[in-house]
């Protein structure tokens, strides 16, 4: 079968495919194929673009991409034949990687290296890492993602429209960090604290609805709220690797004006592994000493003076 190259026209916005070739004659039209988002799984998700992967089941090539404005999907024109297809949003989605595109079983989507860290400026490279995690990447944590795949989508020579429905749910997991009974918290100075949580998925498969086995180390901001004396951090993670046995480490950052470091670190693996809900995990952890003023601004040597360490054994 000839493939192509296709345009949708969603609204005001002019879209186009993977691949270029010439897009004067179409072989084995479809006709108008309607591509239908139904949020019944996120009914509160407010995409601003989302995109639709064509994989032709008789074809090893890359697949058709169609890319609509807003979250509602719109009309395609494509060859006839038999599809899987996966549509996922396209919206706020620097931070995401694709491989293994060509196909629909292996379609991966990951985050790129963390090079430094928000809230200090750290390399993120020269970070001391928690036991066993020593050689997971420093991986940025993904933003939103929803995704869905269909399967057998058969499309045929026709003048009557055709649709193919699918249904996105958010396969992004929310993470919260709460650090309880700060010790000397009025020395952050209106500072925020870098932390890292060893362990997570480096990324999700589109097409087997699952993270993938690699284990990275995702790194977050942490903020203060003097008057309860706690730390708190939110952000985004593909999850816990399935069928793995990976330790979670939490660790937290500090530099101090006269240059001292220091980090300590909490095995938060039962509260992850344990989570009630694995798409919404809460950690809450205790023991942390703030002893002098941050300054987060410079004046000091963070690739030369040595890190001091402390462990908190958790008592949950």
Known sequence: ?????????????????????????????????????????????APQSMEAFFF???????????????????????????????GQNSDNTDWAYRRNDHDPNLFEIYTGDASRLDALGLNARTLPRARGAEDERMAQAPGLLYGNRQDNISLQVSSL????????????????????????IQNLADASLDATLSGMAEGYLQGQGCATRTPVTMPFTL?????DKTLAGHFLTFGECPEANHVHSLIVYMVFSDGTKRYQTFDVTDQ??????????HIIVSGLNIPRTIDSGGGFRPDVDPWESENIDLKM
């Open 1 to 45: 079968m000839k493939r192509h190259i296709l345009l949708v026209i969603t609204g005001l916005s002019l879209l186009t495919g993977c691949r270029h070739k010439d897009l004067d004659i179409l072989y084995d039209d479809a006709g108008s194929v309607r591509v239908v988002f139904d949020w019944r799984n996120a009914p509160g998700a």
């Open 56 to 86: 032709d089941s008789e074809a090893a090539d890359e697949p058709v991409r169609f890319q609509f404005a807003g979250r509602d999907g719109g009309y395609v024109h494509i060859p006839a034949g038999v599809y899987s297809v996966i």
């Open 161 to 184: 429209e055709q649709k193919v429905t699918l249904f996105p749910e958010e396969v992004t997991c929310h993470y919260t960090v709460e650090v309880r009974d700060v010790e000397n």
């Open 223 to 227: 903020s203060e709220n003097r008057s």
């Open 272 to 281: 992850v592994r344990n989570a009630p809900d694995p798409k919404n995990v």
